[in-house]
């Protein structure tokens, strides 16, 4: 079949305009799109329960007549955890454990020292009080992001994790509900959309404000997360989906093709790229891409991901091939290699690396264990994939002696005289023994 990929090889003399081209993450808000948010945000704000009610009418199609009924009882995740089918519930407990057991080794722990004087320094470490947990609905359903959000707020003590997803028609997942219940959440609003961000950040009469919010969503949901930051915490503005693999040639081409297909049917903005080693390889992926691409479900959201913004790149060597992705900075890495913990050390951006040829992408998604929220568009070369410290907050813990205000006061006296802040200075200086 006829396909429209990139083929770059880093010999030719335009391959950087080509990847310059190809790493192009231009994104400019859509100002139709912030001036909906930004109104359905300040309703929200000001008229509380009524506003989402009139949201959910218009966007959900669901009239509800009093808030308290958009609050799902937690008996009913227990029914739905109950009626999923037997290997569905094993595979969401399964996946739950993994995640929990290895989130656990994040928890940071507070500490504290004593100096000779007896000054004591620490830092004292406490969990967010409220979480608030976005969970896409309609179309989209994805419990394995329920359990990478909830169970690490789970972990790190969150006193209360407050999940909103959207019901369309009044419909709602399963999967999903089920997922809650595993995942420990403590309330579930049946509200989705800009609106769901809105009443998290600000609180309604029925909906609880809450300190941080997490989890993905449309481009409202993402310009409602981006507006209310500083009223609230969020997680992050994430992008599409990326992959790089990068190859020996001595993989299986169809593997390697189908785990390029395996972000690229996220959505048509995806990004799957190939690093090669062997040009012959190159081809032999091309050709498993054009061979396999028709029989696969979601084919024309995998065709324009990897005709917009895919590539197969051939370089000379693996030194190359690492400079490459550090520039990129991807999601996903996957190192099809004979030797990948080795090339693994010289990576220095990206969320997540996937070591060796058995080691597909699609597992860290679901039950690997390591969080599946990950930084996209570049951002791994400062952000880390979402985990317990991301709902710990540290508190510094500062208790001087006689002896230590005396010797520290003189230090602070200085440098406050110095910056013109005397009342600091007198502050410091009360302490200083004469």
């Not at 094993?90 to 929990?100: G, K, S, V």
């Not at 500490?111 to 609905?137: H, K």
């Not at 769901?196 to 809450?210: Q, R, Y």
Request: proline share 4%; aromatic share 6%.
């Amino acid at each position: 079949m006829s396909l429209k990929l990139r083929l770059l090889n880093s010999r030719d003399a335009d391959f950087k305009l080509a990847f310059d081209a190809l790493l192009d993450r231009t994104q400019s808000l859509d100002p139709a799109v912030e001036a909906t948010v930004r109104e359905i945000v300040e309703a929200v704000r000001t008229r509380g329960d009524a506003a989402v009610l009139d949201y959910t009418s218009r966007f959900d199609r669901r009239e509800v007549k009093h808030a308290g009924a958009l609050e799902i009882p937690l008996a009913r995740l227990d029914d739905a955890r109950a009626a999923i089918g037997a290997a569905e519930r094993q595979a969401l407990e399964a996946a739950a454990d993994r995640i929990r057991r290895y989130h656990e080794r994040q928890r940071i722990e507070s500490w504290q020292y004593a100096e000779a004087d007896g000054t004591l320094l620490g830092q004292q470490v406490t969990a967010l009080d409220r979480i608030g947990l976005y969970v896409p609905g309609g179309k989209a359903a994805y419990p394995s992001s329920v359990l990478m959000n909830a169970i690490p707020a789970k972990v790190a003590g969150v006193g209360q994790l407050v999940m909103v997803v959207p019901a369309p028609g009044g419909a709602l997942n399963e999967l999903v509900l089920a997922a809650a219940a595993i995942g420990g959440v403590d309330r579930v609003f049946s509200i989705g959309g800009a609106q769901a961000v809105a009443a998290l950040a600000h609180g309604t009469e029925t909906i609880p404000k809450v300190d941080k919010i997490v989890g993905p969503g449309n481009i409202y949901v993402a310009t409602a997360k981006r507006i209310v930051f500083g009223t609230v915490d969020i997680d992050m503005i994430a992008g599409p989906s990326e992959i790089v693999v990068v190859c020996d040639g001595r993989t299986d081409p169809e593997w390697v093709a189908m785990d390029l297909f395996s972000q690229a049917e996220h959505d048509e903005d995806a990004q799957s790229i190939l690093i090669s080693l062997e040009a012959a390889f190159t081809e032999r992926v091309h050709a498993a891409i054009k061979k396999m691409l028709p029989g696969m479900e979601r084919r024309d959201i995998i065709r324009a991901s990897l005709e917009g913004r895919g590539a197969l790149i051939t370089v000379a060597d693996i030194d190359e091939a690492v400079a490459l992705v550090n520039r990129i900075a991807p999601e996903h890495l996957e190192l099809s290699l004979e030797s990948p913990q080795a090339v693994a050390q010289r990576v220095r951006h990206a969320g997540a690396i996937f070591l060796g040829r058995y080691t597909p992408e699609a597992i860290g998604d679901y039950c690997a264990g390591p969080n599946h929220v990950l930084p996209t568009a570049g951002t791994a070369r400062f952000s880390s994939p979402l985990g317990v410290y991301d709902f710990q907050k540290r508190t510094s813990l500062i208790q001087c002696s006689a002896d230590g205000a005396s010797a520290l006061g003189r230090t602070a006296s200085v440098l406050a005289r110095g910056e013109g802040l005397t009342a600091h200075a007198r502050s410091a200086e009360y302490r200083i023994k004469k």
